[in-house]
């Protein structure tokens, strides 16, 4: 099981032709994790944001750009072409333009509601190093759980403790 976005439809199906032993397999896609206590939505991260700069002697083109970007027509345009998924994400923000990919129903993108996660202002207060520490324990951690090396529990308390020193040590050298 993988979580990802139709970005990852893409580069599987770029990969697998590089692959010498490939073999064929059905794929399918499942709506995102819900939070039991609203099952009618998921958590999105949001993709490119477009925005003008204020100082722009440029502004009334740039929001013509965007709204194209944005827009029914270029959605519409972009949507016949598999090969725009591999740069841009763009194509989901506009439901019934493009329903599958090489045949596979791209349906549950939509079936449940955006919910963008709220994180504290704090959050951007952690150092930059801090994110791709976290992200090394906790692929290092899930692989042994997978491998079952580990149990859950075990690896939680791991990424926990090994987390916290590594923020710790980032937080002191500022």
């Known amino acids: 099981m993988h979580i990802g976005s139709v970005t990852s439809l893409a580069l599987m199906d770029h990969f697998k032709n590089d692959m010498n032993d490939y073999v064929p397999f059905e794929l399918g896609i499942a709506a995102g994790p819900v939070d039991p206590l609203d099952p009618t939505s998921t ?58 990919y090489e045949g596979t129903s791209l349906e549950p993108f939509y079936q449940l509601r955006s919910k963008w996660l709220r994180r504290s202002d704090d959050w951007y207060k952690l150092p930059d190093q801090f994110f791709n520490d976290f992200a090394t324990i906790l692929s290092r951690e899930l692989e042994l759980v997978e491998k079952g090396q580990k149990s859950l529990d075990e690896a939680i308390g791991t990424v926990r403790s090994e987390a916290q020193a590594v923020l710790d040590q980032a937080v002191t050298l500022r």
């Open 43 to 100: 958590y999105v991260t949001p993709g490119d944001i477009f925005a003008i700069n204020i100082v722009s002697v440029n502004q009334d083109a740039a929001w013509e750009f965007i709204k194209y970007v944005c827009g029914e027509d270029y959605a519409r345009v972009s949507s016949k072409s598999n090969e725009l998924l591999l740069g841009q994400q763009l194509l989901l923000s506009r439901s019934g333009f493009m329903t599958d």
